[in-house]
Nanobody, 122 residues
Framework: QVQLIESGGGLVQTGGSLRLSCAAS????????VGWFRQAPGKERDLVAA??????NTYLSNSVKGRFSISRDINTMYLQMNTLKPADTAVYFC?????????????????WGQGTQVTVSS
């Protein structure tokens, strides 16, 4: 069983930065595609970024392109968030799936973290 733990969320002012991390408790990410989703109250959960298990293919939603970046190493997956806006306020979830494909759908990810709150004040 893969257990994921997010960290790095918090309160930040508009224009600030945060770096989210996602770690697997007992496994490495070497053979897992990983992604970040976010969900604001009353809204759907949306894909923010994804990366395949080789790290040579990435996805960023159009709302965060130019501001966010996704990266990974064997043990940890990261979401660097710059130029944050109030619209970025949400609970952020990391997710993982065993496979070599870049996964873009919620149902593609069987393993999920508990989420970390990101709040951007204006």
């Amino acid at each position: 069983q893969v257990q994921l733990i997010e960290s790095g969320g918090g309160l930040v002012q508009t224009g600030g930065s945060l770096r989210l991390s996602c770690a697997a408790s007992r496994y490495t990410f070497r053979h897992y595609a990983v992604g970040w989703f976010r969900q604001a109250p009353g809204k759907e959960r949306d894909l923010v970024a994804a990366i395949n298990w080789n790290g040579d293919n990435t996805y960023l939603s159009n709302s965060v392109k130019g501001r966010f970046s996704i990266s990974r190493d064997i043990n940890t997956m990261y979401l660097q968030m710059n130029t944050l806006k109030p619209a970025d306020t949400a609970v952020y979830f990391c997710a993982a799936s065993y496979g070599s494909t870049l996964y873009l759908k919620e149902n593609d990810y069987p393993y999920w973290g508990q989420g970390t709150q990101v709040t951007v004040s204006s």
